[in-house]
């Protein structure tokens, strides 16, 4: 335990050295979350969409209700396409003693917005009951839960894979293979550098938690599952890190094929657009990125008051990719510094 707190430590140090390394995993992180919060940390009203000739009585409480802004479609089909578009949050279509709400499947916006209505209209007395297809509870319609969740789980991961240039730098100069002539044996040395990759994740996560917290009011939900979300994430770039410093064969390689190898994967995670629009065959494939499983998971408990027992599969998805990560990555480094 010793020999994994002498690295993390000497990592730090050498972090708080190094300007632009410093810039790029505290400074940049936090500038780019404040400019999203600052652009969409503001209450928006809920975008919820009727057929016109709804029921009038219904209709005009919504339209009296600052938390929401009401949209009206001349057919079911144009209601319909808005929704799968997402020009709208929710659409409403009413029958003779009942209002349907209709949303993408698992979207967080329209999740919110249900409660929104039902308190609107059953709450309201306008004697139509609210069929809630979703449960979920209402965050203030801020879009920036959704977008800091998002970009929690991308910065983690783009710095953690991005910064094992300095393990490959290592490796090249013969630092590791030095650390190893010396007592330190190979699992200390994986277990030193996988300490420090995960610390880094961890330390970006959390900036971007107080930014959104406390800068702009996102309420993260119940502490145990976040908690289990950041230290399961962390994890994961801690074993990306790891195997992109052991793959790697240069500096220049890892310079110029991290970032953009970590971009696509937060793309197809669902980081950059919500994973809820995507076609069939795209979402398949997203459910194979540890980005996927860690956002479904912060939206579970940022919008619906998910539980640590509720995102359990999710957190143990991300075990099992940090732990092979981790595995591969640590085997690798040890063949490639001992050859």
């Not at 940049?28 to 969409?40: A, D, Q, R, S």
């Not at 650390?179 to 040395?189: D, I, N």
């Amino acid at each position: 335990m010793r020999t994994v707190l002498a690295f993390v430590a000497a990592a730090f140090r050498q972090l708080a050295r190094d300007r632009t390394a410093l810039f790029f995993t505290v400074a940049l992180p936090v500038l780019l979350i404040t400019i999203l919060g600052v652009t969409f940390g503001g209450s928006r009203a809920a975008a919820v969409g009727v057929v016109e000739g709804a029921d009038p009585g219904a209709v005009a409480a919504l339209d009296a209700d600052d938390r929401l802004r009401l949209v009206t479609f001349g057919d079911d089909d144009a209601l319909r396409s808005a929704v799968r578009t997402q020009r709208i949050d929710l659409g409403l279509r009413f029958g003779d003693d009942r209002i349907a709400t209709l949303s993408l499947p698992d979207s967080a916006a329209g999740r919110a917005a249900v409660g929104v209505v039902a308190d609107v209209l059953d709450g309201g007395g306008s004697g139509v009951p609210v069929e809630v297809v979703a449960d979920g509870r209402f965050q203030g319609n801020s879009d920036f839960a959704l977008v800091s969740a998002q970009e929690l789980v991308l910065f983690a991961f783009i710095t953690a894979l991005t910064s094992a240039a300095t393990i490959v730098v290592a490796r090249e100069n013969g630092v590791l293979r030095r650390v190893l002539s010396g007592p330190v044996g190979g699992v200390e040395m994986v277990l030193g550098l996988a300490g420090t990759w995960f610390a880094i994740s961890l330390l970006q996560s959390v900036l971007v938690l107080a930014v959104g917290g406390i800068g702009f009011g996102v309420d993260w939900g119940d502490p145990l599952a976040a908690l289990a979300l950041l230290l399961s994430f962390s994890a994961v770039g801690a074993g990306a890190g790891l195997l992109g410093g052991a793959a790697f064969a240069s500096r220049d390689q890892a310079d110029s094929a991290a970032a953009p190898i970590a971009l696509v994967l937060a793309a197809l995670g669902g980081c950059m657009v919500p994973a809820e629009i995507f076609p069939a065959g795209l979402d398949t494939a997203s459910r194979f990125t540890p980005h996927r499983w860690a956002v479904d998971g912060w939206l579970d408990v940022v919008f619906s008051g998910a539980g640590l027992t509720d995102i359990g599969a999710n957190v143990g998805v991300l075990v099992i990719y940090a732990a092979a990560l981790a595995a591969l990555g640590g085997w690798l480094l040890r063949r490639r510094v001992t050859a």
